[in-house]
């Protein structure tokens, strides 16, 4: 009997899913709060968010940077707890 090989990045790719529009992403860890999928997540916001926005890890706990404004030329970002289905927009 052949044994199943399961690659665990392919199969975390899949689970990681997001959904973008014309105005607004919509982020999912797929299950794993792993270092892969914060990197897999930032890349997501390089491409489609403002410039600073990002997922990151302090004391094991998942934090989301989002953009709520400009203080002259300066930007503003609220950080936010991790859920699933958080939204950028």
Do not use: H, P
């Not at 014309?22 to 890349?43: C, E, V």
């Amino acid at each position: 009997m052949k044994d199943n090989i399961v690659d665990r990045d392919a199969l975390q790719e899949q689970l990681i899913m997001n959904q973008i529009d014309d105005n607004s992403m919509t982020i999912f860890d797929g299950g794993y709060q792993s270092n892969t999928t914060k990197s897999r997540l930032n890349a997501l916001c390089a491409e489609f968010c403002v410039e600073g926005e990002c997922v990151y890890q302090k004391n094991f706990q998942w934090y989301v940077d989002k953009l709520v404004g400009m203080a002259g030329q300066s930007k503003v970002f609220n950080t936010y707890d991790f859920t699933n289905g958080f939204i950028f927009a």
